[in-house]
DNA sequence: CAGTGAGCGAGCTTCCGCTTGACTT
């Protein structure tokens, strides 16, 4: 018999927090969440005042079951889930499924994990808190309420297996109004100019000061114009001014900060950084991830700025506590830290060193000094026209926090280098080396990343730490958007020159449009947005969670009645539900493109069974219509007549070699050529399956085969091994088998390979 | 693995937030 056990969310957090706890106390994790609504149906009696239906997942019963013996094995039971909502409903579902009595159930709190935090929570239990509690289960009924009734409506009306929800449903619109406003922008061009001052013409280089024209031209004309009254013009330093400035670090890491730095500066995904800060939460290296906290706990403080006057020095610390200023946050941990911060790297993969660092330098910077800076703007003046130039430079003082880390933009702009500028005074003359007028283009707006959606997410207080990650995985799952990169295209960029009197014009390229990484969305994402727009704006407004967070927090103080709140929400919510039922079309995104110019025929796309296809001809007439799908790169809503006519010209004939027939096409997984009955990918972005000569096309197979045959370590005729992605592996016959543990690849024969296959009993397929 | 697009319709799909594994061809 154990005298007291405790009870935590998670088992890293039990095992720290058992060493200051001494031999009386036993501490253990429930991992999350016990209990949940049941699985099948809604799991909620709308009839009778929105009683929940709760039940333990299978995948908890072995958890609830050692939970269980646990506490019958015990005196005192102390639950010590999070103080959150969340965290609340977990040990109001500990004491019930543990029967614990909640008159007299023991709840601590603390948000630290230190021996002082805990005693501390140890001497100050309380009663769970049923406020809480119960916006805890309107947040959960209103989820399912939303996602399980709308869902079935979209498998009806749209296609099947499709999902809504208040997250991910905003999430998506976020993405599909963002391309719809890069799609309506329309570029626009003007010329730049930009000048290279010499404050002596004899002298060299380090006197020079680069400018920039406080106008802009919208053609070359214009610009060539201006260059032409430049030649004869004298210039002057107008003014200088000088002005200093302070720069501030960014506060600590909360799982959404980290989650775009580590997209930014490590180039992860959003899943990658949680499953890297994953790792070393584990290893007991950092404090937990999934927070939207960036308060530092005493102790860390203490020690950041024991750690800074020792390596820095005493002017480089400064102690400071950040107040959390993101919607919703509910702080029940601490930021994102180093466990111990005089640890500046930690063992581990490459990556686990490398978003130790980031945490390291983010959170010791975060107590450094604001850095000093001097910002010295110069404006020069033309003797000839009212245009000025401005020469901006910044010259940093002291350093302070910028010693160790800076954070990065989400869109870097180019063309803001900083350079000193050298010492002139107001009168002084000027003289040009080169003034140059270089075509540029406006932008449109930058599509999302992982990252900047989340971004976006926490700015609009939608979805929690806990579910950034998984939310980005459930709209790609579902095909709503996807990631993907874009080559770009190159364009001409002219470029007029004025040196020594003399105007000289030169065009360069640069690409333009190259994506890496970004959310696109898909046609079924937008008809899905588009339909839930049309019928539950409510539910998609970007608003709608603000405001049912706000009655959720009445909730939790006891100001407003949590089933009242659910039968507002539900009465007007089932109507439109039923509504859009009974009422609506089903929708396909269908758009009538035109005529095909021979026969006539009507040309439509829509979202076919399978997916989007182009289509020419009717159903319903003597002849029937022929399909085509859309390649990944177009999309219903855009694509011309043109382009859909296009699509029926694959598959064609590339022509024969070596007495066999090439044909390229394109299928489920792009396009590709096939050729002795064999299929070959071509590559993405290089290759076009409309212009593909059968040059290239051998070129192809050719590379496709010499690279199969690097794959093959060993090939023993029937049996052989290859290397794949999670290490070497053996094929016989299309059945492949893993190698035993500690087998050494290099010193497989033949034998012991056929011992291996003889051995291994494959399992069934499971899903 | 590189297709499919007639119509009927059984049985299935689905939410958000807490937490980690087990396992991969």
């Given amino acids: 018999m154990i005298e007291n056990l405790v009870i935590v969310e998670s088992p890293a957090k039990a095992k720290t927090i058992e060493k200051f706890l001494g031999k009386d106390f036993r501490v253990i994790s429930s991992f999350g969440h016990i209990r949940d609504l049941a699985k099948k149906n809604l799991g909620i009696d709308i009839n009778n005042n929105f009683t929940p239906d709760y039940e333990i997942p299978k995948e908890k019963l072995k958890v609830v079951a050692e939970l269980r013996k646990a506490a019958a094995e015990s005196k005192y039971i102390w639950i010590a889930s999070d103080e959150d909502r969340e965290g609340e409903a977990i040990a109001w579902h500990l004491a019930a499924v543990l029967k614990l ?42 989820d ?67 400018a920039e024209a406080s106008k802009k031209f919208p053609a070359e004309k214009e610009a060539l114009k201006f260059l032409e009254v430049c030649k004869d013009s004298v210039y002057s330093v107008a003014d200088v001014n000088v002005k200093p400035g302070t720069k501030s670090p960014a506060p600590p890491f909360t799982t959404s900060t980290l989650q775009q730095e580590a997209y930014r500066k490590l180039g992860f995904s959003v899943a990658q950084a949680m499953a890297v800060a994953q790792k070393l939460y584990e290893a007991g290296k950092i404090t937990y991830m999934r927070t939207d906290s960036t308060s530092l706990s005493k102790l860390a403080l203490a020690r950041s700025r024991e750690v800074i006057i020792s390596e820095f020095g005493e002017k480089y610390s400064k102690t400071r506590q950040f107040k959390t200023k993101s919607k919703g946050a509910q702080e029940a941990h601490e930021a994102i830290r180093p466990a111990y911060m005089d640890a500046h790297e930690v063992s581990g993969t490459q990556n686990e060193k490398k978003l130790y660092e980031l945490i390291w330098k983010r959170t010791i910077a975060s107590q450094m000094s ?52 050298p010492p002139v005074n107001k009168g002084m003359r000027l003289f040009y080396t080169t003034i140059s007028a270089t075509r540029k283009f406006t932008n449109p707006p930058p599509r999302y990343t ?119 929400f539900y009465s007007s919510f089932h109507k439109t539900v039923t509504e859009t039922l009974e009422k609506r079309n089903r929708k396909t995104g269908v758009r009538i493109l035109g005529n095909q110019p021979d026969t006539g025929e009507q040309v439509s796309v829509k979202m ?98 010499e690279n199969d045959s690097r794959k093959i370590l060993k090939d023993f005729g029937d049996i052989k091994l290859i290397k794949g992605r999670y290490g070497p592996y053996l094929t016989k016959e299309k059945q492949n088998y893993r190698l035993p543990k500690g087998t050494d690849p290099e010193k497989l024969t033949k034998e012991d390979c056929i011992g291996i296959i003889g051995r291994s009993v494959k399992p069934e397929k499971s899903t």
């Fill in 144 to 210: 399912r309420l939303v996602g399980f009734e709308i869902s079935p409506v979209l498998w009806k009306k749209v296609q099947p297996a499709l999902s809504a929800g208040r997250v991910q449903s905003v999430a998506v619109r976020l993405i599909v109004e963002r391309e719809r406003e890069i799609i309506s922008f329309r570029t626009e061009s003007f010329f730049k100019v930009n000048a290279i001052f010499n404050i002596d013409p004899s002298k060299d280089e380090n006197s020079k000061i680069r």
């Fill in 450 to 568: 992982e990252a900047s959606l989340v971004k976006k997410l926490e700015e609009l207080g939608i979805g929690r730490p806990s579910t950034y990650a998984p939310t980005i995985s459930t709209i790609q799952n579902r095909g709503y958007v996807s990631r993907e990169d874009r080559q770009g295209e190159k364009r001409q960029i002219t470029v007029l020159t004025l040196t020594k009197g003399n105007v000289a014009t030169s065009s360069r390229t640069e690409i333009t449009g190259k994506e890496k990484s970004k959310l696109f969305p898909q046609d079924i994402g937008m008809i899905v947005n588009d339909f839930l727009i049309e019928n539950f704006s409510e539910i998609v407004d970007y608003n709608f969670t603000a405001e049912v967070e706000e009655q959720f927090d009445k909730i939790a103080v006891g100001k407003l009645d949590w089933t009242g709140m659910l039968n507002d």
């Fill in 370 to 421: 604001d850095a000093l800076v001097e910002k010295t703007t110069i404006s020069i003046s033309m003797s000839n026209s009212p245009v000025t130039f401005s020469s901006v430079g910044e010259v940093v003082k002291f350093d302070g926090f910028m010693k160790v880390y800076s954070e990065s933009a989400d869109y870097e702009n180019g063309d803001d280098e900083k350079y000193i500028i």
């Fill in 101 to 142: 009595d909640l008159s007299s159930a023991r709840r601590i709190v603390f948000h630290e994990i230190t021996k002082e935090a805990i005693s501390n929570a140890i001497q100050n239990p309380r009663k769970v808190d049923m406020n809480l509690v119960n916006s805890q289960q309107a947040r959960r009924i209103l």
């Fill in 608 to 705: 076919g069974r399978f997916g989007p296809v182009a289509q020419i001809g009717e159903t319903g007439n003597d002849k029937k219509p022929r399909f085509a799908s859309l390649p990944k790169n177009l999309l219903l809503e855009t694509i011309t007549l043109d382009e859909a006519l296009n699509l029926f010209r694959l598959p064609r004939s590339l022509g024969e070699y070596e007495e066999e027939e090439m044909i390229v096409g394109t299928g489920k997984f792009g396009p590709y050529i096939k050729y002795k009955g064999k299929f070959y990918s071509l590559k993405k972005g290089s290759d076009d399956p409309y212009t593909l000569t059968l040059e290239r096309g051998v070129e192809i197979i050719k590379e496709k085969v």
